[in-house]
């Protein structure tokens, strides 16, 4: 399991043995890769401000990902204990997604997703749940029309609901205690006044957590105006304690440069893009940024302790963060 920002919860038994003085020098990883984050689409029928498509010059390819795809990465990473499918795209839009997350919980892999709340209808829903998908979080980064509309271009506050909803109704009739279903939302200035309100619809919609996390401007640094800063953070930290039955996750500060250097990423999980290129994390969700290796040419062991991911393993150790990294 990992918690809102993906860091492990139960960190591998050999972790406390792992000389990550030598790793500094070498860059060389010894431990199995637990988790890893699959882009099965690259297409979105949304265009948030955080997002690169919604960048009128953002020229990637846009594809789903096949089951036959999903088998061979797993494949590639045999030790791998959760997965979490996640990229630029929306992944309910993949026609294949249900036998995805069936081929991948079939070998025992836990399952978790993510999703905008657009294209869950009834009848998807029960497949959803019946599909052994243990985590779902629905993004949701305004509590009224105007504001929702605004920073989740393509969608609205009312479709959201409906379909959260659905599933909710879903996983009621046929008595399932999965997935966990949550709600993500991304902080700004032009939202963080809302989080009563988004509590309160959270508790509406009857789902089990809400997460309150940071905004990601690697994709798109015009939006750097609108992080919080000091002034909303103090706002935040402000509030009376929740009172409610809900999990709630804050995650909204920013990382230390001590936490950044020791990033969980390089050393339990990995990032696939629908193409298959391993990049160190899902910032780098394009590997024409940085690539460290294919699946579909290369095994993974080959990546994972490949001279590109020793390389990046280095400079990340050392402190010489790399801009994205900077920026996360």
């Not at 959270?202 to 789902?207: N, Q, T």
Request: charged share 25%.
């Amino acid at each position: 399991m990992v918690n809102a920002d993906g860091n492990p919860e139960n960190q591998p038994e050999n972790l406390a043995s792992f000389d990550w003085e030598e790793a500094l020098r070498t860059g060389h990883n010894p431990l199995p890769v637990r988790a890893i984050q699959v882009e099965t689409s690259s297409i979105c029928n949304f265009r948030c401000g955080s997002c690169p498509l919604s960048l009128g010059d953002y020229d990637r390819p846009e594809k789903h990902m096949s089951t036959e795809t999903l088998l061979k990465i797993l494949d590639a990473f045999p030790t791998v204990e959760k997965m979490e499918l996640q990229g630029i795209g929306e992944v309910f839009l993949n026609p294949c997604i249900l036998d995805i997350i069936r081929a991948a919980t079939d070998r025992g892999v836990q399952v978790h997703t993510f999703s905008n709340a657009s294209k869950i209808e009834r009848g998807m829903a029960y497949d959803i749940v019946r599909s052994g998908l243990g985590l779902i979080n629905f993004s949701m980064d305004g509590a009224d029309e105007p504001t929702f509309r605004k920073l989740r271009k393509g969608g609205t506050l009312k479709r959201y609901k409906r379909c959260v909803t659905n599933l909710i109704e879903a996983r009621a009739a046929l008595d399932s205690k999965t997935p966990t279903i949550g709600v993500m939302t991304v902080l700004s200035k032009l939202n963080y006044r809302q989080i009563p309100k988004m509590l309160a619809i959270a508790e509406e919609l009857g789902v089990d957590t809400i997460i309150f996390t940071k905004i990601n401007a690697a994709a798109n640094p015009e939006i750097r105006e609108i992080l919080l800063g000091k002034e909303e953070r103090e706002w935040i930290r402000s509030l009376p304690p929740y009172p409610g039955k809900l999990e709630v996750v804050w995650a909204y500060d920013a990382w230390t440069k001590k936490e950044r250097m020791e990033c969980y990423w390089p050393r339990h999980m990995t990032y696939v893009t629908v193409e298959g290129d391993v990049t160190p994390c899902c910032n780098y969700f394009d590997s024409r940024d940085l690539k460290l290796g294919n699946v579909f040419e290369q095994s993974g062991e080959e990546v994972w302790n490949g001279e590109a991911y020793r390389a990046f393993r280095r400079r990340l150790l050392s402190g010489d963060l790399p801009d994205k990294c900077r920026t996360c």
